[in-house]
């Protein structure tokens, strides 16, 4: 919860920063604005003590359709 997703053009934070989306209190995020993701963009999920980034880029935001189904969620403090 209250963490914030941002999307790069590379991977671990390399690259660009594209986008930046905000998380709420229950642990969601969602944008209204379309993201452009081109070749693919490498998501992090921050929080205030820890950074997760993805190893792989994506070309999508249906994140759950990985995430808690054949992949792990995603945690960050």
Known sequence: PNAIIKLFTGPNGTGTL??????????????TEPIDFGSGLYPAA????TTKYMGSNISMGQ????????TEKMWTR
Do not use: E, L, P, R
Not at 20 to 28: E, H, L, R, S, W
Not at 63 to 70: E, F, M, R, T
């Open 63 to 70: 994140c759950n359709s990985c995430h808690g189904v054949s």
């Open 18 to 31: 594209k986008y930046t989306i905000q998380v709420d209190a229950k642990g969601n995020f969602f944008t």
């Open 46 to 49: 921050m929080g205030t003590q």
